[in-house]
């Protein structure tokens, strides 16, 4: 039997959570988040991703209710949530101090919230043994948070915020303190909590890897505005403008002019170069400037100029990096350009098949990049 695919977003008939319409935040003469409208799904994992100052913690803070929009309604499970103080939200936040008493044991600090609602003692217990369990951490309950490592600090943060079982749990760059290694880690377990718990995620975050391995969407902000929302897969393969092909990933951008050609457009894009090819649905582009984005992995490198394939250029390779899995050349063009092609590294490198200032041909299909009109 084929597993349902997780997409409410492409289902006219589902409600979301969260809705965001025409919202506007103003700091002063300051625009921080500009007449924005986005749906949030139950049980999503929606990441806010953008480069500082880009409003995605603006965003974050008028659902935590810690700051009031200046126009435009926030919808929560249907009720407009802007008059309704943080604490009568069905919404947790959890920063990226983590904000734990140090004075208080793990069990303690998860428990704090639920004493505060005087919820039964018996309740509170049992609620903490859940929290304890499904955060891993039952072993560490009479500990002290200076007594754990900063992992596990993160994921008590994470259990006293979701003891109160909320509709909705807000993460401030919540992988922010921890290291590479445990990041990468963590946010598997993050994915896991939220799986099991059916709790809806929305995480704020610059880093783009982070966005892309725990999201079911992403929303690339700027300026206040979200640029795309989609899928990660989407994001990366097909981003609707350069801004979102530039910020997520690497990516090689040839900029040129376009002329309608069998399904597609011929782009000329230096002096002396053969135009190159590339097949979309894209229309309106002709005669017009325009720009292809290439991922370096779909970037072949070769010391023959290859055989019937769609684009080949010719270039001279400038730097090496060696990052174990892959290798990423950087390979000068006659003009100047550098473009990247990377290799991944599935054998033992004893002696590269190419050097420095080494001739080499860079080649692709006809469908390994997107076209965009800016």
Not at 133 to 153: D, E, M, N, V, Y
Not at 310 to 334: F, M
Request: aromatic share 8%; net charge negative; glycine share 6%.
């Amino acid at each position: 039997m084929a597993e349902t695919v997780f997409a409410p977003w492409d289902d006219s008939n589902a409600k979301p959570l969260i809705q965001f319409k025409n919202v506007t935040k103003r700091f002063g003469e300051f625009t921080a988040i500009d007449d924005l409208s986005i749906d949030i799904f139950e049980q999503e994992f929606f990441a806010l991703l953008g480069p500082s100052g880009c409003g995605k913690t603006t965003l974050m803070r008028l659902l935590a209710g810690f700051e009031t929009p200046t126009s435009g309604e926030i919808l929560l499970a249907g009720e407009n949530i802007v008059p309704v103080p943080p604490n009568k939200r069905a919404v947790n936040m959890m920063f990226q101090s983590y904000a734990l008493f140090p004075h208080l044991d793990i069990t303690e600090n998860i428990a704090f919230g639920l004493k505060r609602d005087k919820m039964p003692k018996p309740d509170i217990d049992a609620r903490v043994e859940e929290m304890l369990a499904l955060t891993r951490l039952t072993q560490f309950a009479r500990r002290k948070p200076h007594q754990i490592s900063g992992g596990q600090r993160q994921r008590v943060a994470l259990a006293r915020s979701l003891a109160k079982a909320p509709k909705l749990l807000l993460l401030d760059e919540p992988l922010g303190a921890l290291d590479k290694k445990l990041r990468q880690d963590t946010q598997f377990e993050l994915m896991d909590i939220q799986e099991k718990t059916g709790t809806t995620f929305v995480i704020v975050t610059h880093d783009q890897e982070e966005a892309m391995t725990v999201a079911s969407r992403v929303a690339v902000m700027d300026e206040g505005r979200i640029v795309q929302v989609a899928t990660p897969d989407a994001i990366y393969e097909t981003p609707n403008s350069i801004y979102v092909a530039d910020f997520i990933g690497d990516v090689n951008i040839f900029e040129g002019h376009a002329s309608a050609a069998a399904d597609g457009y011929d782009i000329a894009w230096g002096e002396g170069q053969k135009p190159l090819h590339a097949k979309t649905s894209v229309e309106n582009l002709d005669g017009k400037q325009c720009y292809l984005a290439i991922r370096p992995e779909k970037v072949s490198i070769s010391a023959q100029k290859p055989e019937n394939v769609g684009n080949a250029v010719l270039g001279k390779i400038h730097d090496i990096a060696y990052l174990g899995n892959i290798s990423t050349y950087y390979v000068g063009l006659p003009d100047g350009k550098i473009v990247k092609a990377q290799t991944a590294n599935t054998r033992r490198i004893s002696r590269r098949s190419f050097t420095w200032e080494d001739d080499v041909w860079l080649s692709w299909t006809d469908t390994a990049g997107v076209v965009l009109g800016r």
